[in-house]
Nanobody, 117 residues
Framework: QVQLVESGGGLVQPGGSLRLSCAAS????????VGWYRQTPGKQREWVAA???????NYADFVKGRFTISRDNAKNTVYLQMNSLEPEDTAVYYC???????????WGQGTQVTVSS
């Protein structure tokens, strides 16, 4: 079992940047996937980005070229660098960890990101 704690959310103007952090309670560098999801009221949680155990990354089309996911194995932390933020990026962002392809997923408590002028 692993505990995930997100941080780094806040209020930012359109065009601005934020970096979210997901700190894990144990090593996750060999996890099948660690990723970010987001959710707005009344909508389903949607996948944003993921980093796989080999280091490859994948992104949803709506964040490609703007968001970057990375991992610091020494700190058991995964980051989401978000640039060129748009009001449509406003959501609660959740970290997700999947130890293996068919295993249980673990979630953090979420961090609010608000993009507004």
């Amino acid at each position: 079992q692993v505990q995930l704690v997100e941080s780094g959310g806040g209020l930012v103007q359109p065009g601005g940047s934020l970096r979210l952090s997901c700190a894990a309670s144990r090593s996750i560098d060999n996890y099948y996937a660690v990723g970010w999801y987001r959710q707005t009221p009344g909508k389903q949680r949607e996948w944003v980005a993921a980093i796989l155990s080999g280091g490859s990354t994948n992104y949803a089309d709506f964040v490609k070229g703007r968001f970057t996911i990375s991992r610091d194995n020494a700190k058991n932390t995964v980051y989401l660098q978000m640039n060129s933020l748009e009001p449509e990026d406003t959501a609660v962002y959740y970290c997700n960890a999947q130890p293996s392809r068919f295993s249980q997923n673990y979630w953090g408590q979420g961090t609010q990101v608000t993009v507004s002028s």
